[in-house]
């Protein structure tokens, strides 16, 4: 049975373009769902109170770290990258950090300038990122990296978390009814432990003992056999009820013959 789970990816973005969308790849390509800043749409509520409904709902949180530690809320000396991460936090989500190494910062910053690295906050950053190294994470030199530990990570996931994500319904319907065929087997087998340890019990007795538990089956057993001749007489009472009916019935009847009628009551 195939799990889904759904990702949120967080990330800074105008920086972060290719890395979100390697990651966005790895994500479908292992058949699960991302979710990010890029599927909001403009609406009168806080964007934070979206981000967090939106992190509530997933499965695991995936970090994207680079070298630009993002834009601040109002009244707010945390970017909205920092905030994702410590709500995730605060609600114990799965999370996994795949983070920019030096080396392709570098690469990245001879392509595109300054732009890619924080300028403004640069305290914040070094903060943050302190405390990203402080916990298990994965670098990136490329965006195949990225691929790799994305899968890597949700594979371990998969193996590990399994009271999260999503099933179809039809593979939940299927799982249901083979779960109600195991607990009917389940049952049976237990039936026949408690047999099997009925019997071990009656060897493990002295002759006394035994005698005593042979007593009890057969007392049993004479029960069963009285109830089932009272039964039987029952039925040969309303059989012989029956009968004389018929002989009643029989005697205002001129067109059954006599040879006929023995017949049937011999056949009763």
């Not at 193996?159 to 109600?180: C, H, M, P, Q, T």
Request: aromatic fraction near 12%.
């Amino acid at each position: 049975m195939k799990k889904k789970f759904q990702v949120f990816v967080s990330s800074t973005y105008l920086d972060m373009k290719e890395e979100r969308q390697a990651a966005v790849e790895a994500i479908l390509e292992a058949g699960h769902i991302p979710a990010g800043m890029e599927l909001f749409t403009a609406n009168n509520e806080a964007q934070l109170n979206v981000i967090h409904r939106w992190i509530d709902s997933s499965d695991v949180f995936l970090l994207l770290f680079g070298g630009r530690y993002g834009s601040l809320p109002n009244n707010s000396t945390k970017s909205y990258i920092h905030l994702e991460y410590e709500y995730a936090m605060q609600l114990k989500k799965p999370i996994f950090t795949v983070a920019i190494s030096n080396i392709f910062l570098e690469q990245k910053v001879s392509l595109m300038g300054t732009s890619v690295i924080e300028l403004k906050n640069r305290n914040q950053y070094d903060v943050f990122k302190t405390g990203l190294y402080s916990t298990l994470l994965k670098e990136y030199n490329d965006y195949k990296d990225i691929k790799y530990h994305i899968q890597q990570s949700l594979k371990e996931y998969g193996d590990n978390l399994s009271s999260l994500g999503w099933i179809r319904e039809e593979e939940y319907v299927a799982l249901k009814n083979e779960n109600v065929n195991y607990k009917n087997e389940n049952s049976k087998l237990y039936g026949k432990i408690l047999d099997l340890e009925f019997y071990a019990s009656l060897l493990k007795c002295d002759d006394v003992g035994k005698s005593l538990i042979i007593d009890k089956i057969l007392n049993k057993l004479s029960k069963d056999l009285s109830n089932i001749i009272n039964d039987i007489n029952d039925i040969d009472d309303r059989a012989e009820i029956i009968k004389n009916k018929l002989v009643e019935v029989s005697k205002n009847k001129d067109y059954l013959s006599d040879d006929w009628f023995e017949n049937f009551i011999s056949y009763l």
